[in-house]
């Protein structure tokens, strides 16, 4: 989360590379066992996740890279998160009535490695902020919910926090707070499929 800025082997910028495209890439090598796996009464599910950090910053669809200008770290990783809720979205608009299904998790903040390259000394955590950590184990607990939850049998698309879906983000509220709430960019269809379709080109798959 938050690395100085680099490229994988592939050349994409490391956070989407990592957090989108290789898990997209992933996914495309498994549908096929997905959907040939699925039965009516238990339907494959995918799950995505993806955090409250999406609420940095959108798509850059003309600078996944950040080539155009300079590289920031946190504007990285909400694109990249940001891509994996709209990820979740499209599996389910594509694939949803074929009996394939994803859903997309913020699992909350935990104190984990994932933190490494953040200096704490540039982090303001408010109150409200830590009261919101979790244990590793509690963080897995709105996964675990959207992997065997029964209220999402043959149904997805969703952005869960909490182990509830997500309610759109209050007007006026701080994008880092602990608040809950999707940014208003979340749940574009027309955002959702350029990024499957340009997704697709960058690993070099056809659908």
Known sequence: MAPPEGKTEDGFETQFGTNHLGHFLLFQLLKPALLAATTPSFQSRVVSVAS?????GGVRFDDFNFEKEAYDPWLAYGQSKTATIYF???VERRYGAKGLHAIAVHPGVI???LGQY???SQLEWSDEMKLDMKS?????ATTTYA???KEWEGR???????????????P???????????APWIYDEEAEARLWEESNKLVGFED
């Open 52 to 56: 409250m950090a999406h609420r940095g």
């Open 88 to 90: 979740a979205a499209e």
């Open 111 to 113: 104190m984990t490695n």
């Open 118 to 120: 953040i200096d704490p």
């Open 136 to 140: 590793p184990a509690q963080g897995a």
């Open 147 to 149: 992997v065997l939850g």
């Open 156 to 170: 997805g698309g969703k952005y869960l926090n909490n182990c509830v879906e997500e309610p759109p983000q209050r």
């Open 172 to 182: 006026g509220a701080d994008s880092m707070s602990a608040e809950p709430g999707y």
